[in-house]
């Protein structure tokens, strides 16, 4: 396969974890005589730097001609600390999801085995967990408008809206993978309380006789939120509106005892991009320590999205081996090991690469 892909690292640790995706991504091109090609774009604060624009359009056209995006995480200190900035790297982040109409992010949650004790969960209450959440990422208070505040600046306001269609969608990709997994959906809203969620549930009532395989589920999201940590082991796929799912897959991810363990898919209607879901993690740049497991995952997901079932699965098989004998960086050393020692990101990206 000839694929073209969009790389964009972003800020901080960025270029390292997207370095080793890539290492990982060339290993498993000459096993399976796959040829990738790559494309850089800026994002983010290194594009405010370069550009004045967090999202240029010269990124955009790359992000539109590839067949995937691979992308790292924006975020700079320089800008966290200054609350006045008009240009932010997250509004980077916002119009790309928006422009290339990532409406779906994926998040599947699985806690290796070996790893189990890295929880801050009992090890009996998560072993064998393996879920995904759906959280819908275009929609909802995070881009309805009117939002703002009053002329005093004493009232503050922001305004959640969802139509059918933008339901409908994200509800079809969240059925469609729990077909393809233990077949029972769980729908979060809050219908007790919010018109949005009381519509959220209306459709999902319309379109579960298409899906007779798939069993429904509906809970508030204030259960879900405990469900989560009591038993995590219940949940196949979770859907959610965008709030509640950036609360919930937050809540989710520290399951797995490391962000930096946990991949992530956001796809649409045209090109999907792939990420991990942590963010730039600025106090480890440049310093070869962070974790690239969870782009590397990411990676691992492209591939299987285009087809490559096989290749996915060596990735993660090669993830899983580094992972059971200790090769992981300083996030998954276990103090209680004694010998074991942090490897650095790139040593983690190699043994990956070699196992593949
Ligand atoms: N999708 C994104 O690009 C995204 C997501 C979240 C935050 N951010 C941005 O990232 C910057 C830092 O935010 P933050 O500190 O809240 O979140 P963060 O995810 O960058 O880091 C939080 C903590 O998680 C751990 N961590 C994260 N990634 C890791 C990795 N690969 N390996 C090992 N440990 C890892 C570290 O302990 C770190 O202190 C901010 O500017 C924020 O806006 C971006």
Redesign the pocket.
């Known amino acids: 396969m000839n694929l073209n892909i969009a790389l964009l690292p972003?800020?901080?640790?960025g270029p390292e974890?997207v370095g080793e995706a890539v290492k990982v991504l060339d290993a498993v091109g000459k096993k399976y005589g796959h040829t990738f090609n790559y494309k850089k774009g800026l994002v983010?604060a290194c594009a405010i730097d370069a550009t004045g624009d967090p999202y240029p359009a010269e990124t955009h056209k790359i992000c539109r001609e590839s067949d995937a995006v691979l992308?790292?995480?924006?975020?700079?200190?320089k800008?966290?600390n200054d609350p006045s900035a008009k240009v932010r790297?997250?509004q980077g982040?916002l119009r790309m999801r928006k422009s290339l109409g990532l409406f779906a992010n994926v998040r599947p949650l699985v806690v290796f085995d070996s790893l189990v004790e890295r929880s801050p969960l009992k090890a009996e209450r998560v072993k064998g967990a393996d879920f995904v959440c759906i959280r819908e990422l275009t929609g909802g208070m995070y881009f309805g408008r009117p939002q703002g505040r009053s002329e005093d600046g004493n009232t503050a306001y922001d305004t959640c809206v969802y139509s059918r269609e933008e339901v409908e969608r994200i509800l079809k990709v969240a059925f469609e993978q729990a077909r393809k997994r233990r077949k029972l959906l769980t729908v979060v809203d809050k219908a007790n309380v919010i018109a949005t969620s009381r519509l959220w549930r209306q459709i999902a009532k319309e379109m579960a006789p298409q899906y007779p395989d798939v069993q429904v589920d509906y809970m508030f999201v204030d259960n879900a939120a405990m469900q989560i940590i009591q038993r995590p082991t219940y949940f196949d796929v979770l859907v959610t509106e965008n709030l509640f799912g950036d609360i919930l897959t937050d809540e989710s991810s520290v399951i797995s005892g490391?962000?930096?363990l946990l991949p992530s898919a956001s796809l649409g209607s045209d090109v999907a991009l792939f990420?991990?879901?942590?963010?730039?993690?600025?106090?480890?740049a440049g310093k070869n320590?962070?974790?690239?497991m969870?782009?590397i995952l990411s990676a691992a997901m492209l591939l299987e999205h285009v087809g490559l079932q096989q290749e996915g699965a060596a990735v993660r098989a090669a993830v899983e081996k580094a992972i059971a004998q200790g090769v992981v960086?300083?996030?998954l050393v276990d103090a209680s090991m004694p010998g074991q020692t942090a490897r650095s990101t790139t040593e983690v990206g190699d043994f990956v690469a070699a196992h593949v």
């Open positions: 972003g800020d901080g640790i974890i983010g992308f790292g995480a924006i975020g700079d200190p800008y966290d790297p997250e982040l490391s962000l930096g990420e991990p879901i942590h963010g730039s993690y600025p106090q480890a320590i962070a974790n690239p969870a782009t960086t300083e996030d």
